[in-house]
């Protein structure tokens, strides 16, 4: 599938900053199943450093700005071929033992009710392989934390969105780390493109979802929001820890004013 | 017990011959002499500011570590054999570091459980799979070392991030050179001066492949309300650097800038003396304002070197620290010329009966503490002490390692009635960059409590001018 | 040299003119008061002390009512004022301290003295503190660490934004003091030339240590265009503004030499020299005294700004 996406996240400043810095990770990584075409990442007036992989195998770019008077806009446009991979991440050259993946952070700490989510998830998959036992973990999720925007932020942790009872795909991604963790598997947070959900309903076109590490197979994708493993309608970008770490753009503005932020995200599919 | 203590200057066969040329000297010493020169040398360190601030104590923030006058003295061969352990731990440490950021093949070889490192806080999934500059992390190893007998050294702890204290080694030697200069005539003391020079070199040996000039190296400190500024502004002025807090450097396309007089300048070389977590709000904690935001990807992408490497920590974590002598074998193939005490991981079933069952007769510290805070000392502890220590391990064992008390060595020390033997560490500074470099000698902390096991300073320790003998 | 170092020694030589010309405010004030009751009982020096440094509210907030010792309170000790001697002598030590290696030892010594001898007045009874003695003991201070900066320090970039900061700081400084003294203190225009109006005069001289030199100068004659002539546009009154100004050309030339970069800084120093050399009084008066003052101030504080963004910023390239 070729899809086209345009991506626009725009800040205003009610009053003149001092500078702005980035670091942004809106590049598709290189993996099967995902063919760049054509790529831009572009930011007018500020300085671009070149573009790295880290050990993650992430594409990292920074941008800086010396001063900003009322608004900075980052743009992402590009087209990109996709291939169904049932959510296997292959041909993803990255350096971080998996294992290092087991650690929790204050957004994936795992809670009492989400320690029961994951025993119960797992009760009768006692022997069963650490795939199927991924599987169960996602669908518990989805179950658990009925997908409502706004019952929910952007620091919000996934012991809070449990105890919220509801949220979204930031939300569904850490609450499935903070249990994979449980069952001892390997857990991170990745954030990406998506283009329609399965039934081709209407949906957030910024997304993010978990990756699993199930041995004999790698790293694996599973969306909990949408019940699915990521496909050809899925666009990775990078991974962390979780969402903060992971985040597509990490910024700092200096002599911080009062910002608005505007996110516009059109994905489509090219007719073939 | 006393007895049982190894004294550095009088053994069974009387005085022992690296302080031979000391004997006649505090001998012929009148009391008032000595104090005026204590008052003296207090004097000399108030002028050069030498202060320091002890964390969570309030107090005077301006107060000096105390200065025993009487120094610590090394025979030239026991300094070589003490040398040559040194710079090998020190090179076991960096090969493990730059192995377990790359193909971890000392967990591969089973040589060490993976979770002890990948599950490490200190171990930074940020820098893995990045090769800093000739695969160097940790460029100032402070080695921690206690002697037991006339042969026996034990490594305590290793210091692979910002290990501090090297201004007290070379101003107590400035000191002393002051105060007693006809010391230094009648003994032939090996020179610390060089240190800084040595430290510079080292630093410039690692700037990255992308400077094509004389490196621009800086020192990066907190900022003047922390406790060890004094050291950072008195390393920043010996080599001849900036000490530059975060606010002055900033990241801009694929590199860090300083803010000059003249415009940005280019820094290639950055020996920060603050955490990692704080290092860069982009990459680590969002609400670091001591670092430098962007500086992680400048780093990751060759533009700038940063001594110690982030996650040089996962090295000198005292869980980590019982398998350096198996690195020493894995990595150099070479025998440990120093060996560590033996030490009990609480997180293991087993040794933590032990150690539950022995309390009294043990030290138990915390894996991630340090400064000899939240550490019990068995022995010197009472029975009240001791059960609310039990409970506290009792409650996560795994944050807790336990040793058996050393019988640390002692060293004569001017207390109020004359000259007393009291307990010493001895913490060496070696250098690791294109060369490995060990300057004659280190910080003598010394417990100046009589009986006192415990050299922190923030805990009644003070410091000791240490002497090597140079060689024939 | 760090941007972060020479902006701690620009606003170090800033703070420390600055608490000499409260001081010297301060003085001014307390021998007004000394004069006997103006027309109509309407007394408003203390009040236009306080206008001349911008901080009434700060003030009224603090005290209410405009009581002579509650001004002087304010002036010299209060913490909560900004300008206030003690908090400028405080401020000029925390930035002297962050650059310390920058300093001579005389240097650090005459700051750091200053500094304890300000906590040592602060912890004295009150009332047993004179206007006289506060303001004495400031300018001695002043002067004291003026001479060892001027005896000691090696003549580098440091030097220079030290300098610089003396500079700008005491033309804005005199700007005020005149502007004070013409605009605000005579309670109407009819006032102007009268006994009241020459006894200011006087006062405001002797304030900046100037009242001698004037009498050299001029032939003792006071006259407001001669006054203003002299702390305007005499060069050998180093107060007045055109020396401030030829100052602090002096100091961006050698840094503009040193670094083999010239700079807006410059070019705003050059500016404002170029109008203050050409000058006449009578054009001065001729614009309006307090509007002239106005400007200047303006003009001023942009060479200010534009110092910090050439050169404290670390950013220009």
């Known amino acids: 599938m070729i899809l086209t996406v345009l991506h626009k996240t725009r800040y205003d400043f009610a009053t003149p900053v001092g500078g702005i810095i980035q670091s942004l990770r809106l590049t598709p990584a290189r993996c099967e199943g995902q063919k760049v075409l054509d790529w831009r990442v572009e930011v007018p007036g500020a300085v671009m450093g070149e573009l790295f992989r880290d050990g993650a195998g992430d594409y990292i770019q920074t941008a800086s700005l010396r001063s900003v008077t009322d608004h900075v806009e980052v743009t992402v446009s590009g087209t990109i071929e996709t291939q169904d991979t049932a959510g296997v991440l292959r041909g993803h050259r990255e350096r971080v033992p998996p294992r290092a993946y087991l650690r929790h952070t204050p957004r994936t700490a795992p809670n009492r009710a989400i320690r029961e989510l994951c025993e119960a998830a797992l009760a009768d998959l006692a022997g069963a392989g650490d795939l199927d036992r991924a599987h169960a973990l996602a669908s518990a999720v989805h179950k658990a934390l009925p997908y409502t925007p706004g019952a929910t932020h952007a620091h919000t942790t996934a012991a809070e ?100 932020l505007d996110v516009t995200v059109v994905i489509e599919a090219q007719q073939q | 017990m006393a007895e049982t203590y190894f004294n550095e200057m009088y053994d069974a066969n009387g005085l022992r011959a690296p302080y031979r040329g000391l004997e006649g000297w505090y001998q012929d010493m009148p009391t008032e002499f000595r104090a005026f020169k204590q008052a003296e040398a207090e004097e000399l360190f108030r002028r050069f500011g030498i202060t320091f601030a002890v964390y969570g104590e309030g107090g005077d923030p301006d107060r000096l570590i105390p200065f025993d006058m009487f120094p610590r003295v090394f025979a030239a061969d026991e300094w070589r054999r003490l040398e040559r352990g040194i710079k090998q731990r020190a090179r076991a440490l960096n090969a493990f570091l730059s192995d377990v950021y790359d193909r971890g093949e000392i967990i591969r070889a089973g040589r060490i459980p993976a979770d002890l490192v990948y599950r490490n806080e200190a171990y930074e999934i940020a820098v893995s799979g990045f090769r800093p500059p000739l695969g160097i992390y940790s460029h100032i190893v402070g080695i921690d070392l206690v002697r037991t007998g006339a042969d026996q050294f034990y490594v305590l702890e290793d210091n692979c991030r910002t290990p501090s204290g090297v201004s007290y080694m070379l101003e107590n030697r400035e000191v002393m050179m002051r105060m007693f200069p006809h010391l230094f005539q009648e003994n032939r003391v090996a020179p610390v001066d060089n240190y800084a020079r040595l430290l510079k070199r080292t630093m410039a040996s690692v700037a990255p492949a992308k400077c094509d000039r004389d490196p621009n190296i800086v020192i990066l400190t907190p900022g003047h309300f922390n406790s060890a500024y004094y050291e950072h502004s008195f390393l920043a002025d010996l080599m001849g650097v900036e000490l530059v807090e975060g606010q002055d450097l900033f990241v801009e396309g694929d590199f860090c800038w300083m803010r000059t007089t003249e415009g940005p300048k280019k820094v290639d070389v950055i020996y920060r003396r603050i955490d990692d977590a704080f290092l860069d709000p982009l990459c680590f904690r969002p609400d670091s304002a001591l670092g430098v935001p962007g500086l992680m990807n400048v780093y990751r992408s060759g533009g700038v070197t940063i001594c110690s490497a982030p996650g040089a920590g996962v090295a000198d974590d005292k869980a980590i620290y019982t398998f350096v002598p198996e690195m020493v074998r894995f990595y150099l193939g070479e025998a440990p010329i120093l060996e560590n005490v033996p030490t009990w991981q609480c997180a293991r079933p087993d040794e933590l009966k032990y150690v539950q069952e022995n309390l009294s007769d043990l030290v138990v510290k915390e894996v991630h503490g340090s400064g000899g805070y939240g550490m019990l000392v068995g022995p010197k502890a009472d029975k009240a002490t001791i059960e609310t220590f039990a409970a506290k391990l009792a409650e996560n064992p795994s944050n807790y390692i336990a040793q058996p008390t050393l019988a640390l060595s002692t060293c004569p020390t001017f207390v109020e009635e004359g000259i007393a033997p009291r307990h010493v560490d001895l913490r060496p500074y070696c250098l690791v960059g294109r060369d490995v470099e060990l300057v004659p000698g280190g910080l003598t902390r010394v417990a100046l409590t009589e009986g006192s096991l415990v050299v922190n300073s923030s805990q009644g320790g003070g410091v000791k001018d240490t002497w090597v003998i140079a060689e024939e | 040299m760090l941007s972060r170092t020479a902006a701690n020694l620009f606003w170090m030589a800033r703070y420390l003119e600055r608490s000499e010309t409260t001081a010297r405010l301060l003085d001014l004030g307390f021998r007004n008061a000394l004069l006997p009751n103006t027309g109509g009982g309407f007394r408003n020096e203390w009040s236009a002390i306080l206008q001349s440094k911008g901080v009434v509210q700060n003030f009224t907030d603090k005290y209410g009512e405009l009581k002579q010792r509650n001004v002087e309170s304010f002036l010299f000790f209060d913490q909560d004022n900004p300008s206030s001697v003690a908090s400028c002598i405080t401020a000029a030590r925390e930035n002297a301290r962050i650059v310390r290696t920058a300093l001579t030892t005389q240097v650090w010594d005459a700051i750091n003295t200053s500094y304890q001898e300000l906590k040592e007045l602060m912890r004295r009874e009150r009332s047993s503190l004179e206007v006289p003695e506060l303001t004495d003991w400031t300018l001695r201070t002043a002067a004291l660490i003026r001479g060892a900066i001027e005896a000691t320090q090696l003549r580098n970039d440091g030097y220079r934004f030290m300098n610089l900061g003396y500079a700008v700081e005491r033309a804005d400084n005199t700007a005020r003091l005149l502007d004070v003294k013409y605009y605000v203190l005579l309670p109407s225009v009819a006032y102007v030339g009268s006994g009241l109006d020459s006894y200011q005069w006087t006062t405001l001289l002797r304030a900046l240590s100037a009242h001698r030199a004037y009498n050299w100068a001029y032939g003792g004659e006071l006259s407001a265009a001669q006054i203003a002539h002299f702390l305007i546009l005499n060069q050998k009154f180093p107060r007045s503004l055109l020396s401030c100004c030829l100052e602090a050309n002096a100091h961006l030339d050698q840094l503009a030499r040193m670094y083999d970069r010239s700079t807006p800084a410059q070019e705003a120093a050059r500016a404002l020299l170029a109008e203050l050399a050409e000058a006449k009084i009578e054009d001065v008066f001729d614009e309006g005294m307090h509007e002239f003052l106005s400007r200047m101030i303006a003009q001023n504080a942009r060479l200010g700004q534009c110092i910090h963004d050439q050169y404290l910023t670390g950013e220009a390239r």
């Open chain 1, 161 to 260: 969105a449990m105890n919220e009872g509801a949220g979204v795909c930031q939300d569904h991604a850490q609450v499935l780390i903070a249990c994979a963790h449980l069952a001892g598997l390997p857990a991170r947070y990745v954030s990406g493109y998506l283009n329609a959900t399965e039934d081709g309903s209407p949906h957030e076109a910024s997304h993010a979802w978990a990756e699993i590490f199930i041995g004999g197979l790698g790293w694996v994708g599973f969306d909990a929001s949408n019940e699915t493993c990521p496909n050809e309608h899925y666009i990775r970008l990078g991974s962390g820890v979780d969402a903060q770490d992971a985040a597509p753009i990490r910024g700092l503005v200096l002599g911080g004013a009062e910002e608005t």
